[in-house]
């Protein structure tokens, strides 16, 4: 019952929502992408070509 | 009933629906120690330093959990974990993330027996397909079938569509050739060299199709998928299996698909993983071309006009299908940014778009290799992928909390809650047992084997009986 009520009434304040900015929630995950790099940035660079080529599960293949 | 034989008492198989299945994972993990003398230790003796602790308490590198999953070290020192049985995505998803969290929990321990052997180092623990030498390892997809006559013309059947979702379920990676780079769906689609065998080492079949239920051999059958990637992405392991057990439930209730067998299925797979616009096209076996994302709306379209009738609507059907349209409508329009937080191939491509860009270098730089090892290493504190869901970056299925107490516990409404309950008290009780996916026995000469042959069977006297036994104080009584 709650629920219905509501819901009952949803267009006596209908103000339009105010319009995304063009790209918003997508700026916000590419930013969200580069703390994360940012973050991560440090230890992917330090050796990276000799950490990467340091594993191998088999050896002698 | 002879003495330590295997009890006659077998209760009769369970009466369940047809569109009620059993599921199951099984990751091998990539070992990777990353320290400056790392070559004084092979990677068995890393494996050996990681399952310490395992065997001190289990007596066995191989050993069942309390929550009913099996740990082990497989071929190669690799660590693999497989999922108890399940019957629903949610406890197979929170399964298979709670033995990435089981496996983790080892790497302080064997850092530390490896430092005080001389090497002090970080152990890795990648839950990817491939090393840097192109060495390759799996992850099986068990689904419980029906048994059936015509079990091969049945699996094949299946072969158009493992070939081709991959573009909606791939990890995706880097290929680096002599000629350069490129993004491809998946790095499991090399690897493979035939559509069905029997065998695993000698050959690489995308179905095998040795007859090993575990479980009773005159009504079920095991469909074991070996060409799927690993997942990292909850709602990818969601739409790799869930997809396919969709086709499977049309399969068994025998409604035609569409035949879009393939005229090499070898040829095909190599040619949709390395094609990221979906665009180039395999010859089927009447002489049509399609492309990849053909064969996948077909499918997908043959499950959807089902829905409601031969498939029952579910919100995780509808998830599902949701999910699977929108994958492939990605790669259609080439725009990946409708699921670059649920597919795995495009939340890594994102990221390492993004890095390229930054670093401003080519794909073939060995910090976006590193950047890729980072995206399937599970440990929390080390692995790129829990950060990735912290942000918001990556979607989920399931709750940690969920996930949390699929560690210690077994799924509730399959056969692996009697083999949790077994494990946990026998282990409890200090008493050896012995244990495998049907069988159950508590160590001493006369003690008989309980034989679970019904894998939707949550609950058996025999199993309450043997644990009530388990509980009265001295020696157990048979």
């Not at chain 2, 068994?252 to 797979?269: F, N, S, Y």
Request: with cysteine; aromatic share 6%; charged share 25%.
């Amino acid at each position: 019952m709650p629920q219905t009520h509501a819901s009952g009434q949803p267009y006596e304040d209908d103000a339009p929502e105010p319009a995304p900015t063009p790209g918003g929630a997508k700026a916000e995950s590419t930013d969200a992408l580069d703390s994360l790099l940012d973050e991560i940035d440090d230890s992917l660079q330090t050796n990276a070509e000799q950490f990467v080529r340091s594993f191998v599960q088999k050896g002698g293949q | 009933m002879l003495p330590g034989g295997i009890s006659a008492d077998v209760p009769p198989p369970l009466d369940v629906p047809a569109e009620r299945r059993i599921f199951g994972l099984e990751t091998e993990f990539g070992l990777h120690l990353d320290a400056p003398n790392a070559r004084a230790v092979t990677p068995e003796e890393v494996a050996g330093h990681l399952f310490h602790s395992v065997v001190q308490w289990g007596r066995s590198s191989n050993v069942f959990l309390p929550n009913a999953s099996r740990l082990y070290i497989d071929v190669g020192a690799h660590p693999e974990y497989a999922t108890a049985e399940c019957d629903t995505l949610t406890d197979l998803i929170a399964s298979d993330k709670a033995g990435e969290r089981i496996v983790h929990d080892l790497v302080e321990q064997g850092e530390r027996r490896l430092a005080d052997a001389g090497v002090a180092g970080q152990i890795h623990l990648y839950k990817n397909n491939v090393d840097s030498a192109g060495n390759s390892y799996g992850c099986h997809e068990n689904y419980l079938v029906r048994r059936r006559a015509d079990f091969r013309a049945f699996a094949s059947a299946l072969l158009p569509f493992l070939v081709t979702r991959q573009i909606v379920t791939g990890a995706g990676t880097v290929t680096r050739t002599p000629t350069g780079s490129h993004f491809s769906f998946s790095s499991r689609a090399d690897h493979m060299w035939e559509g069905m065998s029997s065998a695993t080492t000698r050959s690489r079949p995308m179905i095998n199709t040795r007859d090993e239920p575990h479980a009773n051999a005159e009504l079920y059958r095991r469909m074991h998928v070996i060409v799927g990637d690993s997942s990292m992405s909850e709602t990818t392991t969601l739409l790799k299996v869930g997809a396919t057990d969709l086709i499977l439930r049309l399969m068994e209730a025998r409604i035609p698909l569409p035949d879009l067998t393939l005229a090499k299925e070898m040829q095909a797979i190599r040619a949709v993983a390395h094609d990221l616009t979906g665009a180039a096209t395999v010859e089927l076996a009447d002489g049509r071309r399609l492309t990849a994302v053909e064969v996948q709306q077909t499918y997908l379209d043959a499950v959807r006009s089902r829905v409601g009738d031969a498939i029952e609507r579910t919100p995780e059907v509808e998830r599902i299908v949701d999910l699977w349209q929108r994958g492939i409508d990605a790669v259609r329009t080439q725009d990946f940014s409708g699921v670059d937080t649920e597919l795995d191939w495009a939340i890594k491509l994102r990221l390492l778009e993004r890095y390229q860009s930054r670093l401003d270098c080519t794909l073939d730089d060995p910090r976006l290799a590193r950047l890729e090892l980072a995206y399937h290493d599970i440990s929390p504190t080390r692995g790129l992928f829990h950060r990735l869901v912290r942000d918001g970056l990556a979607a989920t299925v399931v709750t940690e909390a969920q996930i949390d107490h699929a560690r210690s516990h077994a799924p509730a409404t399959t056969r692996a809650a009697l083999r949790g309950r077994f494990v946990a008290a026998a282990l409890d009780a200090g008493q050896d047992f012995t244990v495998d996916w049907v069988h159950l026995k508590l160590a001493g000469g006369s003690k008989r084997t309980i034989l679970l042959k019904d894998p939707f069977r949550a609950t058996d006297e025999r199993v309450d009986s043997l644990l009530a036994a388990l509980d009265e104080p001295g020696p157990a009584v048979d």
